[in-house]
């Protein structure tokens, strides 16, 4: 932990030092740790848990903006320590497939001239948001699935480990007591979107997926456009939930196109897709605009869920609206 204090320091440091564009002054933080499945009846000490873990990746994501950094660094670096978190279905807290191996999707995008970079399959790499930006930016690809994408994170140097990695404590026995339910889960998955004082937005998704989903499946997260999307001219924005879903419905473009070819609100966008074109229980977003507008919504009984802004607003939630 103190070495992740130090680094996150001198980054912030020589951010400083680097930084003298032009700014608003004006930055915006919103995150998600997945839509639904969360029991109101959980003890106290796990939803404490859940709200600092939360808080804690505002806190990361802020500090990145505030200093001057932008909004992409800031999604990924609040990603990375999500995906660190075995809270969450994403990184070292992935769910399972129904052959018990984590099997994850990434996607990170940026506003500014729609430059992007997805990932799906993944097996051994930690942070698989950091892979999807490698592909973003030393790949004259877009997206990279399974082998291919792990052989080019040896090529860029993105950090891989064993498997067995991901499977922690009792997600094994969880996951053979779901085998047995046949239950599939649609709960999970971290966002970030973010606009950062120089007006650019940026969006990033990384998950493990539905849980006993088949070897092979891709969810929502990783198809630009459907679980995350972002452009300057309209918004950012993260999905969470029951990805076939997502990805029929075009989702997260969708806000976007709402908000260009319609003139529609950010508001109003992801109601329209939350609770008009989904049905209940399919899922969630979250969505920052180019003016600061930011937006929360889903159609679950919970979405663990928050933001930050530079005018000192903040704050996390579980359940409500
Ligand atoms: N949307 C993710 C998927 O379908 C899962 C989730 O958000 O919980 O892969």
């Not at 969450?88 to 430059?115: H, P, R």
């Not at 969880?174 to 999970?188: L, P």
């Not at 329209?272 to 600061?292: F, S, T, Y």
């Amino acid at each position: 932990m103190k070495t992740k204090i130090f680094s996150l320091f001198f980054f912030l440091f020589f951010l400083c030092l680097t930084v003298n564009a032009q700014t608003t002054g004006k930055y915006v933080l919103v995150i998600h740790g997945g839509a639904g499945g969360m029991d109101e009846q959980m003890p106290d000490s796990l939803k404490q848990l859940y709200l600092t873990s939360l808080d804690e990746a505002l806190e990361i994501g802020s500090l990145i903006m505030a200093s001057g950094g932008s909004s992409i660094d800031a999604v990924e670096k609040v990603i990375n320590y999500l995906e660190d978190n075995p809270l969450f279905n994403a990184g070292k807290g992935a769910v399972l497939t129904s052959e018990g191996k984590a099997e994850m999707d990434a996607a990170i995008m940026s506003g500014k001239d729609l430059s992007c970079g997805s990932v799906t399959g993944l097996k051994t790499i930690k942070n698989p948001i950091s892979l999807a930006r490698a592909v973003m930016e030393k790949s004259p690809h877009v997206f990279l699935a399974g082998l291919g994408a792990e052989k080019f994170a040896k090529e860029v140097g993105i950090k891989s480990v064993n498997p067995k990695y991901f499977i922690e404590n009792n997600r094994y026995e969880k996951w053979i007591k779901e085998r047995n339910e046949i239950k599939k889960k649609k709960k999970g998955t971290v966002g970030a979107v973010a606009l950062d004082k120089y007006g650019n937005l940026a969006a990033a998704t990384s998950t493990g997926g539905m849980s006993m989903k088949k070897p092979g499946r891709v969810g929502d997260a990783p198809i630009i456009g459907a679980g995350t999307y972002a452009n300057n001219k309209t918004c950012a924005v993260s999905c969470t939930g029951w990805g076939e879903k997502f990805i029929k419905n075009t989702v997260a473009f969708n806000v976007s196109a709402m908000m260009e070819y319609k003139n529609m609100s950010l508001n109003d966008a992801a109601n329209e897709m939350i609770h008009k074109r989904l049905n209940p229980n399919d899922g969630g977003l979250i969505a920052v605009d180019k003016d600061g507008n930011f937006t929360l919504q889903f159609n679950t009984q919970s979405m663990l869920r928050g933001f930050a802004t530079s005018d000192g607003k903040r704050e996390v939630k579980i359940w409500g609206k």
